[in-house]
């Protein structure tokens, strides 16, 4: 009797199923074309077929989906490649899995990303490609951790019952048993993604681009440590003498250590671009916001390859109580108010339905319409600008996005009234006032207690700012006394 197939096999089938139709069509004008290659079977070592379909997908961008089918010993393997460059920046999703809707969410998963189930600190390194939804995914990992346990049970028994113990769990998950967990994938390529679900809510779904570090571009090929030929680029869409201009032959600006730095003067001192990792110029400007405190205001500009950055950074000591900041926008005037989210506040606007995690938009000083405009465009981009990929989205998830920008575009344009709350654990946000220094009866500001979660996620917990000399001193007697 055949043993059933699990989830895995399913959707790999049916991932092998697609392409063959789609070859089985080619000779159609308006179907795309599959490309068959001849392979060796790493399994029996004869010849089977290769199957290179090139597609796009909603949320994402163009894949190469590969099908592999031996009629010999009837191996069949399906992997998942990204067909575009490597993106200027790394990506990171995390996704709170709360009901069991938000297990048919659709994952890409590139060959560089790290993926983890944060509740029980499980992660997959970079490795094979994949295509699959939260599901089919956790089913997939369950299933790697299968192949070896009765080899475990007999060599290392206490290590067979732990590895049992996280594959029931997984299990339980992947079933919608054991709500909620969160997932996380880590990208350092930009080439990984995860569907947005159709209702956010905080702490439900973030989306957080990050500058590479030097470890990341070297292990993407991007770096070169010999010192030889220049770093491989990225945005063939810039002229070589754009991308590649003659550098002066003379050091990097570098004036920061001149003297103090003081406001409204530029500082600039040599970086390194995280797109291409050449080197390039960072500017700093310190501003003094009126009524709130100094900010740093850094904008960094690649020669190379066209990058492009800019954040604003808050300074001063870190404050002992958080603050969220509500305000009421009325009317087109309202649009106009400066407002400053710092990386660590959280934006959320409960008439638009719209809430925006810590760290998704970075630092930004820029006017409500602009971080309002800035969210959608940036939405809009991760949804709908995927080529022919929007027809392929359910129909029920298109009519939902569709109504959600509709409703933030009204808002833009001033047409609906609407309340925008920034919560900071640090503070260190701001939304101008139009009555100040008297207070604005639109802005109602509020001190709260930062969470444990909060504490942690900031390092305040490991901080130590009082008596730290005495207990280095006291540690440091210690250890000679013990000597």
Not at 91 to 97: G, H, M, T
Not at 168 to 175: H, Q
Not at 260 to 274: G, H, K, L, W
Not at 415 to 429: M, Y
């Amino acid at each position: 009797m055949a043993e059933p197939k699990s989830l895995a096999q399913d959707l790999f089938e049916d991932m092998g199923r697609k392409v063959a139709e789609a070859s089985a069509q080619e000779g159609d004008d308006d179907t795309k074309v599959v490309d068959e290659i001849e392979s060796l079977c790493m399994n029996c070592h004869e010849d089977g077929t290769t199957r290179l379909l090139l597609t796009k997908i909603p949320f994402f961008r163009e894949i190469v989906i590969m099908s592999f089918e031996c009629p010999h010993c009837f191996f069949k393997n399906t992997e998942v490649q990204p067909a575009g460059e490597i993106q200027q920046r790394g990506i990171k999703y995390s996704l709170r899995v709360d009901t069991s809707d938000d297990l048919s969410r659709q994952i890409v998963k590139s060959d560089t990303a790290v993926f983890r189930i944060e509740d029980i600190d499980l992660e997959i390194p970079a490795g094979r490609g994949q295509l699959s939804n939260v599901e089919g995914i956790l089913s997939m990992v369950a299933q790697d951790l299968e192949q070896k346990q009765e080899e475990r049970k007999e060599v290392a028994p206490e290590l067979f019952e732990k590895v049992q113990g996280i594959i029931e769990s997984i299990k339980e998950m992947a079933s919608g048993k054991k709500l909620p967990f969160k997932l996380t994938v880590d990208d350092p390529a930009g080439n990984s993604s995860i569907e947005p679900p159709n209702a956010l809510s905080a702490g439900k779904y973030s989306r957080n681009e990050y500058p590479r570090t030097a470890a990341q571009n070297e292990a993407l090929g991007l770096g070169d440590t010999s010192g030889g030929a220049p770093a491989t680029e990225i945005r063939p869409e810039y002229h070589a003498s754009q991308m590649y201009p003659e550098m002066p032959s003379g050091a990097m600006v570098n004036n920061v250590d001149e003297e103090d730095i003081v406001e409204n003067q530029v500082y600039s001192f040599p970086a390194t671009c995280p797109g291409c990792t050449n080197t390039c110029t960072t500017n700093m400007k310190m501003v003094n916001i009126p009524h709130f405190k100094q900010v740093i205001l850094m904008s960094t500009v690649c020669d190379h390859c066209g990058y492009r950055s800019n954040e604003v950074k808050t300074g001063g000591e870190v404050p002992a109580q958080g603050r969220r900041i509500t305000v009421a926008v009325n009317c087109k005037e309202d649009l106009s108010r400066d407002i400053l989210k710092a990386e660590s506040c959280a934006m959320s606007c409960p008439e638009l339905n719209l809430n925006v995690e810590p760290g998704t938009l970075g630092g930004r000083f820029t006017t409500v319409e602009g971080i309002l405009t800035q969210v959608r465009d940036d939405l809009k981009s991760s949804i709908f600008d995927t080529g022919d990929s929007g027809d392929s989205m359910e129909s029920e998830s298109k009519t939902k996005w569709t109504d959600f920008f509709a409703k933030l575009d009204s808002a833009i344009n001033g047409e609906v009234k609407f309340t925008i709350i920034l919560e900071d654990p640090l503070a260190s946000s701001y939304v101008q006032s139009f009555t100040a220094p008297e207070p604005d009866p639109q802005i109602e500001l509020e001190d709260y207690e930062r969470t444990e979660e909060e504490k942690e996620s900031l390092g305040l917990n490991d901080m130590k700012t009082e008596n730290y000399e005495e207990e280095q001193g006291a540690a440091s007697g210690a250890t000679t006394n013990g000597a």
